[in-house]
Each structure stands twice: as structure tokens, then as C-alpha cells.
């Protein structure tokens, strides 16, 4: 499409579902004002929160992902990519957060050593947040002593690690080997997840369970909080 093209499209102007289409369009090329604006108008035509989550933002950041991965993308475009959806995420994240729900567990949650993507990490702690969880997020990049340090700092009842790379993945296992060093496995669910992980590898490294998505990860964290909890009343 031409520039001019470009500029004569006004976002508020289109349907639904061309409006998230144009918002793939802005994603892709990086453009955050747009994505911010797109997110404002579908919120003022009473879309959830989640649904624009999930509908515009994670499925454009799809197509970001699968022209990166074929070599179309090169990493520049994708960090801008990434600041576009960051744009976005910052509008609903206190909308999300926004349930009133109780206080149903704590979380430390950080992407692992060596790895610093932070796109789905940042989405399963704003999801955490929104169903109710107190959410301590470390950032990127994290050795085993700073999970270890913030788990006895903060008196979490789990620990998130997310990973994105086939060459950091591996290092979820020393975090959680380090928790078993110290004998304090067992005082923790350990929660993994991020796009090249799968149920059988969580199993082999000793996690409580892989989360596919942020969803999952609400869901599968909700479950093993009611358990802790009824343990606990069982005395
Ligand atoms: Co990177 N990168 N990247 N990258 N990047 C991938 C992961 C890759 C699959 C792309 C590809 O080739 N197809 C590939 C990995 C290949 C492999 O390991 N087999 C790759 C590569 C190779 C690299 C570099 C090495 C590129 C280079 O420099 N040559 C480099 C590595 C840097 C490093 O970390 N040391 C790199 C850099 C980058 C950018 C900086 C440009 C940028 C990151 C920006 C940022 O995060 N701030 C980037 C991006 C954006 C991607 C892709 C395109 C998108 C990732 C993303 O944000 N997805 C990605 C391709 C892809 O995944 N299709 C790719 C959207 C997000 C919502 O999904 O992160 O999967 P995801 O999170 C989901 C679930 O996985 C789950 O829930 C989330 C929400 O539903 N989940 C959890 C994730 N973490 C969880 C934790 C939990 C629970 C669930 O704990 C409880």
C-alpha cells in the first residue's frame, strides 16, 4: 500500500473486523500510536479487555512471528513489533488487573538466564494480576539466584519461568535443581512455559506443570493454590 494510502485510513472509521486487520497491518510494521488508537477504539465499542488481547494483539504478534521465523523479519522490525504490542498491553493491563478479585496467591515470575524476550511473560503476569494473583516479576534474563532470592524475599507460593529459546530452556532445570539443593522444592509450584517448551519437557525437568498459555497458566495456578489451600484446612 502506498503512503498515501496510509494516511488517508482513519482507524475509527472501520469496521470491527477490518479495524483488526489494519491493526495486524500496524502491528507488523511497528507503527505503536496506531496500535494504542486501535486499542482505545474496540475498548469504547465495549470489546473485553481479553478479547482485544488475544484478538488483535497475540494474533497479529502471530504473523510477526511466523515471518521472522521464515526469514521475511529481521530482528529490528520485530523489537518494534514488540514496542507496538507493549503499547497496547500497557492500556488493558489495569483494566485486566481491574476484577477486584481477592488475593488468591503470590508469584515470582522471570524469563531465565540468557533469554530476553518478555512479551508472553508480561501477558501471563498481567493475566495473573487480573484474576487475582500479586504478581513479582523479575524481568529477563535471570540466574538461578535471583528466582531463589525473590522466592524467601517475597513468600510466594509459585514460581513462573519462561523461556522462548531451545538453547535457555534447559536452564529451568538448574533453576529448579538449585530449589531442590536447598531443600525447598516442595514449598513452591513451579509453573514453565513459553513457545518451544511442551508438557513432556516440563515433566522431565521436575516443573508442576507447562502452561501453554497465559490462560492455562491462570487456570493450572488457580488449581494448585485450591489445593494448597484445602491441604491446609485439612491441617
Ligand atoms: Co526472538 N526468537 N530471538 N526475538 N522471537 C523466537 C522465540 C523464535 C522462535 C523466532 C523464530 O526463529 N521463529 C526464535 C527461537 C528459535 C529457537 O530457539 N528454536 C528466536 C530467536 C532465534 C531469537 C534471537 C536468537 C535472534 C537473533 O538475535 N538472531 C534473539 C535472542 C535474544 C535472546 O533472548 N538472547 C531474539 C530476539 C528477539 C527480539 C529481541 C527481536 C524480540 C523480543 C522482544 C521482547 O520480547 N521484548 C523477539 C521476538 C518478539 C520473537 C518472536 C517473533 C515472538 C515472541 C513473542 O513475543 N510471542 C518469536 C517467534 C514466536 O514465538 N513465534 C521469537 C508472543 C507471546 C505472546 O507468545 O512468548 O510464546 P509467547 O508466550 C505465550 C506462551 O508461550 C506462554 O504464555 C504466553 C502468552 O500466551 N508463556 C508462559 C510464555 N512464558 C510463560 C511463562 C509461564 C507460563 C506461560 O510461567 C508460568
Request: net charge negative; proline share 3%.
Amino acid at each position: 500500500m502506498s503512503d498515501d494510502a496510509e494516511d488517508d485510513i482513519i482507524l475509527s472509521e472501520l469496521p470491527d473486523d477490518e479495524l483488526v486487520q489494519q491493526m495486524f497491518d500496524d502491528l507488523y510494521d511497528g507503527l505503536k500510536e496506531e496500535i494504542e488508537e486501535g486499542v482505545n477504539i474496540l475498548l469504547e465499542r465495549g470489546w473485553e479487555p481479553y478479547r482485544i488481547l488475544t484478538e488483535a494483539l497475540v494474533g497479529g504478534m502471530t504473523i510477526v512471528g511466523n515471518d521472522f521465523r521464515d526469514g521475511i523479519l529481521f530482528v529490528p522490525e520485530v523489537l518494534l513489533a514488540a514496542n507496538a504490542m507493549k503499547g497496547g498491553m500497557a492500556i488493558l493491563k489495569p483494566l485486566l488487573a481491574e476484577t477486584g478479585a481477592p488475593r488468591v496467591g503470590k508469584m515470582v515470575i522471570g524469563t531465565v538466564k540468557g533469554d530476553i524476550h518478555d512479551i508472553g511473560k508480561n501477558l501471563v503476569s498481567m493475566m495473573m494480576e487480573g484474576a487475582g494473583f500479586e504478581v513479582v516479576d523479575l524481568g529477563i534474563n535471570n540466574a538461578a539466584d535471583s528466582y531463589l532470592d525473590a522466592l524467601a524475599a517475597e513468600d510466594a507460593d509459585i514460581l513462573g519461568m519462561s523461556a522462548l529459546l531451545t538453547t535457555t530452556m534447559p536452564y529451568m532445570k538448574v533453576v529448579i535443581d538449585a530449589l531442590v539443593e536447598k531443600g525447598i522444592r516442595d514449598d513452591y509450584t513451579v509453573l514453565v512455559g513459553g513457545a518451544p517448551l511442551n508438557e513432556e519437557f516440563g515433566k522431565a525437568i521436575g516443573a508442576d506443570a507447562y502452561c501453554r498459555d497465559a490462560a492455562v497458566a491462570v487456570e493450572t495456578a488457580k488449581a494448585f493454590m485450591a489445593r494448597k489451600h484445602n491441604q491446609m484446612a485439612a491441617g
